[in-house]
């Protein structure tokens, strides 16, 4: 089982639509949350993170973390073509060690 | 542009064969981290160097190796290569090594090995 699960799509929705992509984990231990886009042939681009649980909303994204059900999703509200991507959710485990654990990613198209 | 740069953009090599991937760090970054991209596994972290020194080690082969010099510039050597080292490498930096709020990533380099 891997560490970090995550639905790799495609999911294809139309211009405006409410977007909500979504990994769970295995380890507990996780206390760093993060959300990358990557578009096709570039590098991952860090969207947003937040510790522990809770939500952190920044513009048209919301990011919630459920430590209790070992859940993080990312919200995206009136979606446009350019977002586009794979989307990677990540997390470590804080400390000295902050390697990033990946999930798969998510592939999103935005229909105009 | 992301401030860090990687070369080469793409290769291509034969099995059997070495080859040196380049990541030149955002200016002011210390940490540097190498990932591998690939298809079925995703992004898995290969190494982490600071300030010159080794600082973590995930999933890399012994047939890798990598280090960062004295002016923060890191190398990736990847020798006698097999079809499956064929992925994204990706090169990520942040400013200090403990950074647990993500890192920015280069473009990375596209290895092809026939």
């Known amino acids: 089982q891997k560490e970090v699960e995550q639905d790799p799509g495609p999911l294809s929705v139309p211009e405006g639509a409410i977007v909500s992509l979504n990994c769970t984990y295995s380890?507990?231990?996780?206390?760093?949350f993060m959300w990358y886009r990557q578009y096709s042939r570039k590098g991952p681009e860090l969207l947003m993170y937040?510790?522990?649980?809770g939500n952190k909303e920044d513009g048209r994204f919301t990011a919630q973390v459920d430590k209790s059900s070992k859940y993080i999703s990312l919200f995206i509200r009136d979606s446009q073509p350019s977002d586009s991507a794979t989307y990677l959710c990540?997390?470590?485990?804080?400390?000295?060690?902050?390697?990033?654990?990946f999930g798969t990613g998510t592939l999103l198209a935005v229909q105009p | 542009d992301s401030g860090v740069t990687q070369t080469p953009k793409h290769l291509i090599t034969a099995t059997g064969q070495r080859v040196t991937l380049r990541c030149s760090p955002r200016?002011?970054?210390?940490?540097v981290y190498w990932y591998q991209q690939s298809l079925d596994q995703g992004l898995q972290f290969l190494i982490q160097?600071?300030?010159?020194?080794?600082?973590a080690k995930g999933n890399i082969l012994e047939r890798f190796s990598a280090q960062q010099f004295p002016d923060l510039h890191s190398e990736l050597n990847l020798s006698s290569l097999e079809l499956g080292d064929s992925a994204l490498y990706f090169c990520?930096?942040?400013?200090?090594?403990?950074?647990?709020?993500?890192?920015?990533f280069g473009s990375g380099t596209r290895l092809t090995v026939v």
């Open positions: 990520a930096s942040s400013v200090i090594s403990t950074n647990n709020y993500g890192y920015t």
């Open positions: 380890n507990s231990a996780f206390q760093y």
């Open positions: 937040t510790y522990s649980s």
């Open positions: 990540a997390m470590s485990y804080g400390g000295a060690t902050n390697k990033l654990i």
């Open positions: 200016s002011g970054d210390l940490s």
């Open positions: 160097y600071y300030n010159g020194e080794e600082r």
